[in-house]
């Protein structure tokens, strides 16, 4: 690692994205792996699969780790009552002071809302559920109490206790509503392919375009000088595909454009998607920075290790 960012621009920093566990040792091992090798960041998903509780694993983590932040990817608004969510985020952050970086989203999956039995709304309805959400959940963590009454969401004479320390808020996106209330609400904002869909098996195609992306970064620009931000919020990205190879136009052929219904070239440009040499990985992150402004790159747990080289080169530059 040499010198700061550019001006004007974030420093580099990673992410591990922690999919379906194996089993505890997993968790043990991916958590304090990551922190050992300068990962800033574990992340856990919120879906009602195989995966693990993201509350309950960030707090096993919180116990075996002393630096790395710990976060959800994201938790799904409309599956929580916001006071109760305030309680296990703020309990959480007793065991990890000041680390916890709380991802919140609309949902996006409709097998999670089947299998907690909660009616999936439409996205408008479910993005405003969403706000009024961080609203609550901002009020607790900063101000130690509130009462409000909105159109979806509810509290009378809620305590924010125990007492929290300061924490990192996050939200993303992909389309014009999702990136207007994550301006509104976060300080990190999540860069996404739309998953208007609902499906995982559907290829993202045009939403995974480089082009997409300089259309989502000028909304947030947009949004964030009628908000009246005075700086920019920090980017994030998480990478669908990621890996080190030596040919990427050949892995690209082979694995990505059948995956993503995209050219070869086309797909290796997306934002969602790294592959190549260690060289070729740097440079294309640092044109990336350039050109959409994302500094903060989340990895798939699979590949943790096989990036450590490239989180040591980029990380605080």
Same mark, same amino acid.
């Given at each position: 690692?040499?010198?700061?960012?550019?001006?004007?621009?974030?420093?580099?920093?990673?992410?591990?994205? #922690?999919?379906?566990?194996? *089993?505890? $040792?997993?968790? +043990?091992? !991916?958590?304090?792996?990551a &922190?050992? =090798?300068?990962y800033? %960041?574990?992340?856990?998903?919120?879906?009602?699969?195989?995966?693990?509780?993201?509350?309950?694993?960030?707090?096993l983590?919180?116990?075996?780790t002393?630096?790395?932040a710990l976060?959800?990817?994201?938790?799904?608004?409309?599956?929580?009552?916001?006071?109760?969510?305030?309680?296990?985020?703020?309990?959480?952050?007793?065991?990890?002071?000041?680390?916890l970086?709380?991802?919140?989203?609309?949902?996006?999956?409709?097998?999670?809302?089947?299998?907690?039995?909660?009616p999936?709304?439409?996205?408008?309805?479910?993005i405003e559920r969403?706000?009024?959400?961080?609203?609550i959940?901002?009020?607790l963590?900063?101000?130690?109490a509130?009462?409000?009454e909105?159109?979806?969401?509810?509290?009378?004479?809620?305590?924010?206790?125990?007492?929290p320390?300061? #924490?990192a808020?996050?939200? *993303?996106? $992909?389309?014009? +509503?999702? !990136?207007r209330?994550?301006? &509104?609400? =976060?300080?990190?904002? %999540?860069?996404?392919?739309?998953l208007s869909?609902g499906?995982?098996?559907?290829?993202?195609?045009?939403?995974?375009?480089?082009?997409?992306?300089?259309?989502?970064?000028?909304?947030?620009?947009?949004?964030?000088a009628?908000?009246?931000?005075?700086?920019?919020?920090e980017?994030?990205?998480?990478?669908?595909?990621?890996?080190?190879?030596?040919?990427?136009?050949?892995?690209?052929?082979?694995?990505?454009?059948?995956?993503f219904?995209?050219?070869?070239?086309?797909?290796?440009?997306?934002?969602v998607?790294?592959a190549?040499?260690?060289d070729?990985?740097?440079?294309?992150?640092?044109?990336?920075?350039?050109r959409?402004?994302?500094?903060y790159?989340?990895?798939?747990?699979?590949?943790?290790?096989?990036?450590?080289?490239?989180?040591e080169?980029?990380?605080?530059?």
């Amino acid at each position: 690692m040499t010198g700061g960012p550019p001006a004007g621009r974030h420093p580099f920093r990673f992410g591990v994205y #922690a999919g379906a566990l194996s *089993g505890i $040792g997993a968790l +043990r091992a !991916l958590a304090v792996g990551a &922190e050992e =090798a300068g990962y800033a %960041s574990l992340l856990v998903p919120d879906h009602l699969d195989e995966r693990w509780s993201p509350v309950v694993s960030l707090a096993l983590a919180a116990g075996w780790t002393s630096r790395i932040a710990l976060g959800t990817l994201m938790l799904a608004a409309d599956l929580r009552r916001p006071a109760v969510l305030f309680k296990d985020l703020a309990t959480l952050d007793q065991a990890a002071p000041g680390r916890l970086e709380i991802g919140l989203g609309a949902g996006w999956y409709p097998p999670d809302f089947a299998r907690a039995g909660v009616p999936m709304a439409p996205p408008g309805i479910r993005i405003e559920r969403l706000a009024e959400t961080a609203h609550i959940l901002k009020e607790l963590w900063e101000k130690g109490a509130v009462s409000y009454e909105g159109r979806h969401c509810s509290a009378v004479d809620a305590i924010g206790a125990p007492r929290p320390g300061p #924490a990192a808020w996050v939200m *993303g996106g $992909g389309g014009p +509503r999702m !990136l207007r209330t994550a301006v &509104e609400h =976060a300080d990190i904002v %999540s860069l996404t392919a739309r998953l208007s869909s609902g499906r995982r098996d559907k290829p993202l195609g045009d939403n995974a375009r480089a082009e997409r992306f300089d259309e989502r970064v000028r909304w947030v620009r947009e949004f964030a000088a009628a908000a009246g931000r005075t700086s920019a919020p920090e980017l994030q990205c998480l990478l669908i595909d990621a890996a080190v190879v030596t040919d990427c136009e050949e892995y690209a052929t082979r694995e990505l454009a059948p995956r993503f219904g995209l050219p070869p070239a086309e797909v290796l440009d997306s934002p969602v998607v790294l592959a190549g040499t260690f060289d070729e990985i740097c440079a294309r992150l640092r044109d990336r920075r350039e050109r959409f402004g994302i500094s903060y790159w989340v990895l798939p747990a699979a590949r943790w290790e096989e990036f450590v080289p490239v989180v040591e080169r980029l990380t605080g530059t």
